[in-house]
């Protein structure tokens, strides 16, 4: 590190220290590619030995980047903070990012007020690209996204396909259909009948896509009504969807919720009823996160790595922003396997 009072270091002294240019320690420095193995290290060990801190504005201003990329949440932080899946999420856009010295900017939305704010700051400059999770239908994101040319990468198949004779939008999911086969499949073979399903809100794909999976094992073309809540992603909506179901007659005898927040929500209402799981209702979830296999009974559910597809979501948009070094997933939406964990709640 640089000594108190010294005078920082300057390209020209790293060039020295490492006997090469100064458009050679230019290169190695803003990150351009075509500079050999060797005197990469070289000027990366110069930099290192002299204490050489890049000036970040000069640098910006000849790469044209901010070293920032912003991760949207179109959902209010008492959602965001609430459920493990963003947590999970996170950590790997987070881990993919600093490996290549990107820092993560959150932006979150606690309302339709909040999308002026969002689309201004977007279109200011402060970051190369963006990352985007939790889309409803007409959501107004990908537009001012598009609008001002930011690269932009979204969690879930969003709900629309581009501009015509544009290229498509790059996105990262799970097999939500197959996953929500898997599950209903399951519980039909362990003999229950009557599958009831508790949807997430189904302006999103995810819920949409799971609820057609849970049509496709039953046979079905529509849901019966009966069997049919909407909690909304969250422990508190499993709640009431599940006292819904019960109020039925006859009541189910299993049920498939759309993630595991509504799972252990729907599992508290069937504890206060008196109903044994899985004796009287047979339970499975969705994601698989730590607290599925706390759960009491633990959990049957359907797994999906999140925190891998928030890897691969960083690393698109590094592609797609020309930063990724070595092998790097073809700029294309990537669809991960949905794979069902059996435990004691089925």
């Known amino acids: 590190m640089p000594q108190r009072g010294r005078v920082p270091p300057t390209l020209e002294a790293v060039a020295a220290h490492a006997g090469v240019s100064r458009a050679t320690v230019s290169r190695v420095v803003n990150g351009t590619p075509g500079v050999r193995a060797e005197l990469r290290e070289r000027v990366r060990h110069s930099v290192a030995a002299l204490g050489y801190v890049p000036n970040s504005a000069a640098r910006s201003l000849v790469t044209r980047r901010t070293g920032a990329v912003a991760v949207v949440i179109a959902e209010p932080d008492t959602r965001v903070f609430a459920d493990p899946f963003f947590a999970q999420q996170l950590r790997g856009i987070g881990h993919r990012l600093a490996a290549h010295d990107t820092q ?14 969002v689309d201004r700051y977007l279109a200011g400059g402060h970051v190369d690209g963006a990352l985007m999770l939790s889309l409803h239908a007409e959501d107004p994101l990908p537009a001012m996204a598009a ?29 939500n259909r197959d996953g ?8 039909l073979d362990r003999g229950r009948r009557r599958i009831a399903v508790i949807t997430g809100p189904l302006d999103q794909t995810s819920a949409a896509d799971r609820l057609d999976g849970y049509l496709d094992a039953l046979g079905l073309t529509g849901p019966d009504p009966a069997l049919l809540a909407t909690g909304d992603f969250t422990a508190a909506g499993g709640e009431r969807a599940m006292a819904e179901l019960l109020a039925g007659s006859p009541p189910p005898d299993a049920v498939f919720a759309g993630n595991d927040l509504m799972a252990s929500g729907a599992l508290r209402t069937l504890r206060a009823h008196g109903l044994r799981v899985p004796a009287d209702v047979a339970v499975v979830g969705y994601d698989d996160l730590g607290p599925a296999a706390w759960s009491d009974p633990p959990l049957t559910t359907v797994r999906q790595d999140v925190r891998h597809m928030g890897e691969l979501m960083a690393e698109l948009l590094l592609g797609r922003l020309g930063l990724a070094e070595g092998p790097t997933t073809p700029l294309a939406p990537v669809i991960t396997p949905a794979r069902l964990v059996v435990r004691d709640s089925s």
Do not use: I, K, N
């Open 104 to 117: 993560l900017l959150l932006v979150l939305l606690e309302g339709r007020d909040d999308y002026d704010r």
């Open 147 to 175: 609008a001002v040319g930011l690269p932009t990468v979204f969690g879930g198949r969003p709900g629309w396909s581009g501009a015509a004779g544009e290229p498509g939008p790059l996105y990262v999911d799970t097999d």
């Open 180 to 187: 929500a086969r898997q599950a209903v499949r399951h519980l």
